[in-house]
């Protein structure tokens, strides 16, 4: 294997990250930088000023290249906003060998099946993740193919989304003069760097918590499970601190981060913060952290919600994985661990080595390790239902 590069691009509604890496003769994956911008023309995780976005992405990329000395023209990018949503679906086909061997053309075939269900207009799949394929009555098979039947099954869950949110994607990488390898649905970027196979295997649930969204992918079995994006976040904890305390959003988000907590302040009853005025705003430690609790055990309430909807919920042996910029927030674990009755932890980059542990890095880190894992894979169950050469032509076809 030769030297090359790889890059990933993550776009949230605060910042949009690139990171930079490239892989080894040996394989091994070396991150050579991550450069993060404010976001502009992005709402929610969805881009909504396509032109907007492309100047930022497209200055990204100037930093990138000239920190890293390497040169980015293709990304894989995710997907985020409260539109993306998960449909179980069930595929059945006859096989066609006249031997009965089940051979990779089937198992193209059955997916393409599961893939037959009605859609609303302006929505369509991103991906499909077989969950189990069905040989003959016989469930739980992983690797059909080779096996002898004269009917092939499969269920799968298939990601959707509103088709303008990945027009309005596409249209702004594309216009900052890049290509695309793959879209990946953002709950499940994060989890391909910091869940483990066991996590998979027993029941584990990746939670990110984003600045305008909160998403959910849930494992069992080593399979995706479902996946659900919430339209609340850290920065509506932000919005709250500055109605409740009638300050400017930049200093709530200061107070936030400087002063927040999730289980309650001890020591002073008051706190005094120094503004760019020569002034001093006083504030109570007690109110904010109150404000903060209140928000995210509304989060956590929505999320036991979904959990609830496939009967995990306080039923998960893995737990809940924390990233995204709203995990920083102090005692959010412990907080997190009483209201889910489930293990909670703050994610780690698993399997790479990174300059800092940052949990809000770890969805644009996902990204590189997922591309390095999806060629490195021969396995038909886990490979994407696309292809990144198909998402290329796709992705073209949206420029006028």
């Known amino acids: ?47 909504v000023r396509p032109e907007e976005a492309a100047k930022r992405i497209a200055s990204l990329v100037r930093k990138a290249e000239q920190v890293t000395s390497a040169h980015v023209e293709e990304v894989v990018v995710s997907l985020g906003g409260s539109r993306l949503f998960a449909v179980s679906s069930h595929g059945l086909v006859a096989v066609s060998r006249a031997d009965g061997n089940i051979s990779k053309e089937d198992v193209d075939r059955v997916l393409q099946a599961a893939q037959t269900f009605s859609l609303s207009q302006n929505q369509e799949i991103l991906e499909a993740y077989p969950t189990q394929y069905v040989v003959d009555g016989e469930e739980g098979i992983r690797e059909p193919i080779g096996m002898r039947a004269v009917r092939l099954e499969t269920d799968v869950i298939a990601v959707c989304l509103f088709s303008p949110d990945l027009k309005n994607l596409t249209d702004a990488v594309l216009e900052a003069d890049l290509e695309i390898s793959g879209v990946v649905a953002s709950p499940l970027a994060a989890s391909q760097v910091m869940l483990s196979p066991e996590e998979k295997e027993m029941g584990v649930a990746s939670v990110e918590l984003g600045a305008g969204t909160t998403s959910l992918a849930v494992f069992e079995e080593g399979d995706l499970k479902h996946i659900a994006i919430l339209p609340v976040g850290a920065e509506n904890i932000t919005h709250d601190i500055a109605i409740g305390l009638r300050i400017e959003h930049e200093l709530a988000e200061r107070i936030k981060t400087e002063f927040g907590t999730c289980l309650g302040a001890k020591g002073k009853r008051v706190e005094k913060i120094d503004l760019p005025n020569g002034e001093t705003f006083t504030f ?28 995990k919920q306080g039923q998960l042996p893995g ?78 076809s949206f420029i006028p």
């Open 1 to 47: 294997m030769k030297q090359r590069t790889l890059a990933a691009l993550d776009i949230g509604t605060k910042s949009i990250k690139l990171a930079v890496a490239k892989i080894e003769e040996d394989g091994v994956l070396e991150i050579l930088g991550v450069i993060e911008e404010p976001s502009f023309g992005v709402r929610k995780s969805v881009v």
């Open 319 to 396: 737990g809940v994985v924390l990233c995204g910029g709203g995990a920083k927030l102090p005692k959010i674990a412990e907080f997190a661990k009483k209201e889910l009755k489930l293990p909670v932890r703050i994610g780690i980059a698993r399997g790479i080595v990174t300059q800092k542990e940052d949990p809000a890095l770890l969805a644009v880190l996902g990204l590189l390790v997922g591309s390095v894992q999806d060629e490195g894979t021969g396995s038909t169950a886990k490979k994407p239902s696309r292809t990144a050469g198909f998402f290329k032509k796709l992705l073209k």
């Open 284 to 311: 109570s430690p007690k109110f904010v952290n109150h404000i903060i609790e209140e928000r995210v055990k509304e989060i956590l309430q929505l999320l036991n919600k979904e959990l609830k909807k496939l009967d």
